[in-house]
């Protein structure tokens, strides 16, 4: 497989989990999330579709690009990988612990595991492809952001 077949396998794998995760957060955004009392810092709406629209886009390209180094060093190339998968998981995992089972004291325990997860895989990328890693600080920085967002939320509503 060729570095762009590599590089649009995994973006396409991004979107994907993307969309489904939006599912789980379509209804909620129309039902429950208006009922919750937000920071003055929460976005709009409209905001998080293209921006997480954009940070897949950018994951997958960093994952593709770090799938093309396998045959330098399959080993470390495998471990970095496994990360991108466990925290793509874990990022899949939040939507439907926040929006789908509306409990945003949960998924703020879990954002943290996430943002410690995405830390780590930019570690492991940045070594490998310094341009994957720097892909990932936008997402990592957005992660951060919704963090503080999530835990917030929480908190004017516990």
């Given amino acids: ?3 762009i077949t590599r ?6 794998t991004c979107l994907a989990i993307g969309y489904f995760s939006g599912m789980v957060t379509r209804q909620a955004i129309l039902d429950w999330y208006p009922t919750l009392v937000k920071p003055s810092f929460n976005p709009p709406n409209w905001v998080f579709a293209p921006v997480w629209s954009l940070l897949y886009v950018m994951m997958g390209v960093a994952a593709g690009l770090v799938w093309d180094k396998i045959e330098w060093n399959r ?3 495998k471990k970095a990988l496994t990360l991108f998968a466990i925290q793509l998981a874990l990022n899949a995992l939040w939507s439907y612990l926040f929006f789908g089972l509306h409990n945003p ?3 703020g325990i879990e954002i943290v595991l996430l943002w ?5 895989t930019y570690l492991q990328f940045a070594k490998i ?3 994957a890693g720097y892909l990932l600080l936008p997402y990592f920085a ?6 503080v967002l999530n835990i ?3 908190w004017l509503n516990k």
């Fill in 75 to 77: 080993p470390i190339i």
């Fill in 116 to 120: 410690l997860m995405i830390y780590e």
């Fill in 1 to 3: 497989m060729n570095k």
């Fill in 142 to 147: 957005w992660v951060s952001f919704a963090t």
């Fill in 129 to 131: 492809n310094k341009i």
């Fill in 105 to 107: 004291f949960l998924a």
């Fill in 152 to 154: 917030s939320i929480w």
């Fill in 7 to 12: 590089i649009l396998t995994v973006v396409v």
